[in-house]
């Protein structure tokens, strides 16, 4: 019995009920719709699915259905002879690490976002979007996703928690909103991790501007 107590807490060994297994069954519909996977694995991971009984079981039914690796390509038309590229990325992934997108960079109109017992930081606001309509598909396993968007940017979020948080935080600034604002549309699930996205204001502006917002 002592020894029950003094063993470490995991997390990932707590029971699933049966609203865990419909969300998993619901995110590998979704990916055999898109082609992801052919009917032969739907049916074996649908079976893995609810055969579970931890939120362990869980992880690998679903881990290889997002980016396993990063993707970095330039997006960046040139303003002329000699100027130099912006750096584009097609993913971020962070596994057991860190990931950060910062500063001037072009966000392709879709992206992917994925942290596996890590952290990935989207901070779009010095970034340039290729699109009015932008899609970051943002998923965290036992990590985090954090996204940051300027005032003016209009988002939509609509993930699916499995034990973790799924949405929009408490803004810094208030939303700014224009007939020309870009949209972002954040899609994804967050099994025992976060994923976040938060207004801010610009870089660099002094606390003493930001009022009590």
Not at 29 to 40: K, W
Request: proline share 8%.
């Amino acid at each position: 019995m002592g020894e029950m107590e003094n063993r470490p807490h995991d997390p990932s060994q707590m029971r699933i009920g049966d609203d865990d297994r419909h969300k998993v069954a619901e995110l590998l519909r979704t990916a055999a719709g898109e082609g992801r996977l052919d009917l032969d694995e739907l049916d074996e991971r649908l079976e893995a699915t609810w055969s579970a009984k931890t939120y362990a079981d869980l992880i690998p039914i679903t881990a290889d259905l997002h980016p396993a690796a990063p993707v970095a390509h330039a997006l960046v038309p040139r303003a002329g002879a000699g100027a130099p590229a912006v750096p584009g990325h097609a993913s971020s992934v962070a596994i057991m690490g860190d990931c950060k997108r910062r500063g001037a960079w072009h966000v392709p109109a879709n992206h992917a976002a994925f942290s596996l017992m890590g952290s990935v930081v989207l901070d779009l606001r010095e970034a340039t979007l290729t699109s009015p309509d932008t899609l970051i598909n943002a998923s965290a396993i036992m990590g985090d996703v954090k996204i940051l968007v300027p005032a003016h940017f209009h988002v939509v979020v609509d993930g699916t928690p499995i034990m973790g948080d799924y949405g929009q935080g408490r803004d810094k600034v208030p939303a700014d909103l224009r007939p020309d604002s870009p949209t972002v549309r954040v899609r994804g699930m967050a099994l025992m991790g976060s994923v976040q996205v938060q207004r801010l204001p610009a870089p660099g502006t002094p606390k003493k501007y930001l009022g009590s917002y």
